[in-house]
Structure formats: C-alpha cells, structure tokens
C-alpha cells in the first residue's frame, strides 16, 4: 500500500470512493477545488456522509464533463436531494442502507 497527499490522489485517480467519518476536517472535501484537481471524467462514490461532499460544487462538476459519473448513498441535506442529481441520469442514487442485510437483522439467542 502506497500513501500519497491528497492533492496526488486527485489527480491520479480514476474512481474516488468516500469512506471516512463527517468531521471538521472532512466537511466538503469534495469541493470546487478538489474537482477542479481530479482527472477528467473521474467517477465519485460517496457511502460515507452526505456532507463530505458539496453537493453544487459537484451538479456543476457534472455538467462540464469534469465528474462522468457518481453514486451516492448519502446526501448533503437528506432526506432532500439536489433536484439536478435526481434528474442526471449519470448518477447512480440509493438510500443509505448497507447494513439492512439479512445477516444484521438476525437476532442473536
């Protein structure tokens, strides 16, 4: 396993998947900015929380082409979702629901 900046792994990647806690740190870590920084027709996955990513920042990302593709199973504002992300048929939307599988919803005797 490698460990590189941020910055670095913006540029790099093909696929960002979100997987990290909402903090003061985290809180819009998808941005402008950080879009702007992403490789061209990046995809963005977010399973995390809602605001980690600036949901504008990323309708706008969208549109220019910058973000081919998203999956969201949360969202910034929920239960209210950007009207331009329930219309793109470029993004993939679910509720965040991961741990409603059979086998957590098995009680232990």
């Given at each position: 396993m490698k460990y590189v900046p941020l910055e670095k792994l913006w540029e790099e990647s093909d696929v960002i998947?979100?997987?990290?806690?909402?903090?003061?740190?985290?809180?819009?870590?998808?941005?402008s900015k950080t879009l702007s920084q992403c490789k061209k027709g990046v995809f963005i996955v977010?399973?995390?929380?809602?605001?980690?990513?600036?949901?504008r920042a990323l309708v706008e990302a969208l549109k220019s082409g910058q973000v081919s593709r998203a999956g969201?199973?949360?969202?910034?504002r929920e239960p209210e979702?950007?009207?331009e992300?329930?219309?793109?048929?470029?993004?993939?939307?679910?509720?965040?629901?991961a741990a409603l599988t059979y086998e957590c919803s098995i009680t232990p005797l």
């Amino acid at each position: 396993m490698k460990y590189v900046p941020l910055e670095k792994l913006w540029e790099e990647s093909d696929v960002i998947s979100l997987h990290c806690p909402l903090t003061p740190e985290t809180y819009h870590l998808i941005n402008s900015k950080t879009l702007s920084q992403c490789k061209k027709g990046v995809f963005i996955v977010n399973t995390s929380r809602g605001k980690v990513i600036d949901e504008r920042a990323l309708v706008e990302a969208l549109k220019s082409g910058q973000v081919s593709r998203a999956g969201l199973d949360v969202f910034e504002r929920e239960p209210e979702v950007e009207k331009e992300l329930l219309e793109d048929p470029k993004v993939i939307l679910s509720p965040h629901y991961a741990a409603l599988t059979y086998e957590c919803s098995i009680t232990p005797l």
